[in-house]
């Protein structure tokens, strides 16, 4: 049997290494109503998705059968292959959590989708000048 050796101990620092305590930063104030830091995700509070009931028939991955009472569980994560649950019922749920987000219906009703009509001039001038020379190189090649 081998015993590897110790290793060496670690030599003090000496007083100008050692990291030095700086007064305490400020803290911004918290940001107010919906708005959020940025490069933080949303949080699921107030009067956004938390005031859902966690339940299958408000999921994403939840198709309703003929009845309305009973689905399908679409979820790839929470079982292997579509599971019949109940709507009231929060079938993804373990110890480890849940695999419940809420039906994209709820996120399309808050979504500002009021520029999605806007003219986009730059991109159709681009679209047109890539269908030109699409159209150039198919007639070159045709020669």
């Known amino acids: ?18 990291p030095r305590v700086q007064a305490a930063p400020e803290v911004e104030a918290p940001p107010g109503g919906d708005e959020q830091p940025a490069g933080e995700p949303l949080a699921l509070t107030g009067t956004s998705a938390a005031t859902l009931p966690r339940c299958c028939r ?3 991955d939840f198709r309703p059968a003929e009845t309305g009472d009973r689905g399908w569980c679409n979820n790839r994560y ?5 599971q019949m649950v109940q709507a009231d ?13 809420p039906a994209d219906d709820w996120w399309l009703q808050r979504a ?3 520029h999605h009509a806007r003219p986009t001039p730059i991109v159709d001038e681009y679209l047109h000048q890539l269908l ?3 159209a150039e190189a198919r007639r070159r090649e045709a020669r």
């Open 89 to 101: 019922d929060l079938a993804c749920e373990s110890t480890i959590g849940t695999w419940w987000v």
């Open 112 to 114: 500002d989708i009021a």
């Open 1 to 18: 049997m081998v015993i590897p050796d110790a290793e060496p101990p670690v030599p003090p620092m000496a007083e100008s290494q050692e």
């Open 58 to 60: 408000t999921c994403r």
């Open 132 to 134: 030109q020379q699409r």
């Open 78 to 82: 929470a079982f292997e292959h579509p």
